[in-house]
Each structure stands twice: as C-alpha cells, then as structure tokens.
C-alpha cells in the first residue's frame, strides 16, 4: 500500500527477506485477502451510496437543508469507496502479486540471476496507491466534517427549532461542503507534492518502469499532517459527536419530565379517552428520540471503524521502525490495509441508519409518497 520504495531494494534477492515480524510470502497472503475483503466493501458501499444520492434527491434535496446534508455525506461516501476500490486494485493486488514473485527470483545458488518472465504492471504499483490512499483520507476527513455538520444541526433542530431553520440553509450547507472537501484535499498536497516517479530500471524484473521516489522531508510531512490532521480531528470529532449525543439525550429526558407533570397536573384534552393521553404523553416524542437513537449509532459506527487508525498513528509514533520503510514496514502496510477496510466500511453502513430511523427516506426508498 503507502511506501514500498523499489528504487532502494537490493538488485539480488537470495532468499525470502523477512521485514519485522512477518516474511514477503505471509505478506502476499495478508495483503491478497485484505484486498479481497476491501474490493467487497468498496463495491458495496458504491451500490448503497448511490441509492442514499438517488433517495435524497427524490426528497427533494436542494430545496431543504437537512436532506442536501445528508445527500453530499452520501456523495463523499461513494466518493471514498471509489477511491478504497482503486487502492485495492491497483495497490493492493498488484503489489501482493509482486511480492509474491520476488522469493522466486533467486532460488537457486547465490550469485545466480534467475529473471521473472511473468506479469509485471508496466509502472511500480506503490505510487498508485499512494494517490488512492491519501484521496481515500481527503473524503474521510470531508465525511467526518459533514457528520459533525449533521450532528450540531441536529442538536440546533432540537434546542433552537426557529433559529435552526434560517442557519441550516441550503446555500450554508453547500458553502460548508464545498470548504471542507478544499480543506481536506488541501491537508494532503504536501504529501503528494513530497512523492515523485522517476524512471528506474529495476535488475528484479530486468526491466525499467516508473518507480516511486521519495523526497527527504516527506517523513516530517507526514507525521505533521497525521498528527495534527488525521489524529487530532478524529478525536475532535468524536468529541463533539458525544456532546451533541449528551444534549440531546438530556433534551429528550426533559421532555419526558415535562410531559410526565403534564399528566400529573391534568393538562390534556378532556375529550379524548383517559387512558390514552396518559400513555401518549409519557411517551419521549418520537422525531427527537429518532434522531438520538440515529446519533447514538453513527457515533458507535465511527468510535468503531476509527479505532484501527488511532492505534496505527499511536503505533507509527510509539515505534520508529513501524513504517513504510522501516524493520516493521511489512506489519505496517498490512495494518494500513485493515485500516482502509474500516474506514471503507464507515462510508458503507449508512442506509442501513437512514432507512432504521428516517421515516421519510424509507419511503422515498419504498416508492411511496
């Protein structure tokens, strides 16, 4: 995945090298399954975001505020599983192919030089990757920015109905959308712009092709931009996700509390059945309590399919040689490729939230008006 460098691998290879903790060959085959299991996710997360932007369009999307919200996090999403499908094609796979291949270079006595005849992708699949992999981070963090987005309207729909009406408009909502994917995509040009492809001839495959070079401070760039990007927004999001979560939940009790004295005081329509007032009113309203519980599972989903990442970054930062190109870097690129996986899977499961606790688009989705 990020950062193999062929331009500094030894020409001759006598036998399976070990990098850290596991050989080329397990690498191969954890590497091939991952992509696999990324190439399943990724496509099913492309089908079910595409039926969210078709559903939330028939809902009437540019004409409410709320909707537009949910309808650009579901185009960030597909957007995000397109990009995990290319990393796992062109990265994933491919580079599993040639690590596979390599112990069989040089089998026989050293100073032979046994050339590989087979496949070989005309450029080193390593920069591919790269791309897929830091696009894959720039609609994660614009994903991440809309939920939170959602999360505070949703708080401001509750608490402050009239007010929330006028700020979460159509025209803010895509002002919003629009800064954050340039601030996401922004967050990563220092990182592309710090990787080059050189022409290289590689003795493995006797052959040259395009290579991945790296420029010296694109280490310090990237722990910069990990830890001040990628690390320190997760937690902030999840953050705000878990007070907006607290708001909310405080908000419903003092409904309930409101309604619970409403009955006691006999503040209900004498006309209509006794029994019946009681029940309803010591009810939680229902649109608040959907949108809670709806809250409550995005921020279990994300504390979920976030996890891998921080304990990579604390990982990388614990351990120096835990990287790319350090003792550890097949152990490394195979926790990256888990990571991709679940933050995949983070853009895949939402129409399983909408169509659970959003009335309106499971009927939209139904077909019904």
Not at 72 to 77: E, F, G, M, N
Not at 130 to 148: A, E, H, K, R, Y
Not at 163 to 189: C, E, G, M
Request: aromatic residues 10%; charged residues 15%.
């Amino acid at each position: 995945m990020d950062g193999i460098d062929y331009s500094t691998a030894s020409p001759e290879i006598v036998q399976e090298e070990a990098k850290g903790l596991i050989t080329a060959t397990e690498f191969h085959l954890f590497l091939n399954t991952t992509s696999c299991i990324l190439i399943a996710v990724a496509l099913f997360g492309i089908v079910t975001n595409i039926i969210n932007i078709k559903t939330f369009t028939a809902m009437g999307a540019f004409s409410d505020g709320i909707n537009l919200t949910f309808l650009y996090l579901s185009v960030s999403d597909v957007l995000l599983c397109f990009w995990a499908l290319f990393a796992a094609v062109f990265s994933g796979l491919l580079l599993s192919h040639e690590t596979r291949v390599l112990p069989q270079l040089h089998l026989s006595t050293p100073g032979s030089h046994k050339t590989y005849t087979g496949f070989i992708f005309p450029m080193d699949p390593t920069p591919l990757g790269i791309v897929g992999l830091n696009m894959i981070q720039v609609f994660n963090l614009t994903t991440i920015s809309i939920t939170i987005y959602l999360a505070v309207a949703r708080c401001l729909g509750v608490l402050q109905p009239l007010k929330f009406r006028d700020s979460v408009s159509v025209r803010n909502t895509s002002i919003f959308f629009s800064i954050s994917f340039l601030l996401s995509l922004t967050s990563r040009l220092p990182l592309l712009a710090h990787t080059d492809i050189v022409m290289m001839f590689d003795k493995r495959f006797n052959s040259s092709r395009p290579t991945l070079s790296f420029k010296p401070n694109r280490v310090h760039i990237k722990d910069i931009t990990w830890l001040a990007v990628d690390m320190t927004g997760s937690v902030i999001a999840q953050i705000i996700l878990l007070i907006c979560i607290y708001i909310l939940l405080r908000s419903l009790r003092a409904a309930v509390r409101f309604r619970s004295r409403a009955v006691r005081g006999g503040q209900f329509d004498l006309n209509q059945d006794q029994d019946k007032p009681n029940k309803d009113m010591r009810k939680t309203p229902s649109r608040e309590n959907r949108i809670a519980k709806q809250m409550l599972l995005v921020s279990a989903i994300f504390l979920v399919c976030n996890t891998p990442k921080l304990l990579l970054y604390v990982a990388t930062n614990v351990v120096p040689d835990f990287d790319y190109d350090g003792q550890y870097r097949y152990t490394y690129l195979c926790s990256v490729s888990v990571q991709v996986i679940f933050d995949t899977l983070n853009s895949s499961l939402n129409i399983f939230v909408y169509n659970s606790y959003n009335s309106k688009f499971s009927k939209a989705l139904l077909g019904k008006n």
